[in-house]
């Protein structure tokens, strides 16, 4: 989805570069993307093939399996997105707790407005 979003166009055919090993969009406007998949990459031989620090710093990269990546060419500046697949008692769980910390925030938030915290 981000990589249709960022080309604006909706019907981007983005395969998974899991046999490819890193796919490349330079389309649309902005910097371009570097989408790579590192599920069939051994860390201590093979990372050296994708160049990963040379596109760290030119491009947007989206890193499926990032967890294989050795830490020292993790970048410090990144953003960390973990999907996870849960049941549907597990997800019904997570919804009332955030739905309890968004409410709770909007009290904080309110009370501060108010006065009545911190002071």
Do not use: K, N
Request: no cysteine; glycine share 6%.
């Amino acid at each position: 989805a981000f990589i249709r979003a960022a080309a604006d166009d909706p019907s981007l055919p983005v395969p998974s570069p899991t046999y490819l090993l890193q796919l490349v969009y330079e389309e649309q406007e902005g910097p371009s993307i570097h989408h790579a998949d590192l599920y069939r990459l051994d860390p201590q031989l093979d990372m050296s093939r994708l160049d990963l620090g040379s596109s760290f710093q030119s491009a947007v990269s989206l890193v499926e399996w990032s967890e294989r990546l050795p830490q020292q060419l993790l970048p410090q500046q990144r953003l960390e997105v973990h999907i996870q697949i849960v049941q549907d008692d597990q997800q019904q769980q997570q919804q009332q707790q955030q739905g309890l910390e968004t409410s709770q925030q909007r009290d904080h938030a309110g009370q501060q407005q108010a006065g009545g915290v911190g002071q």
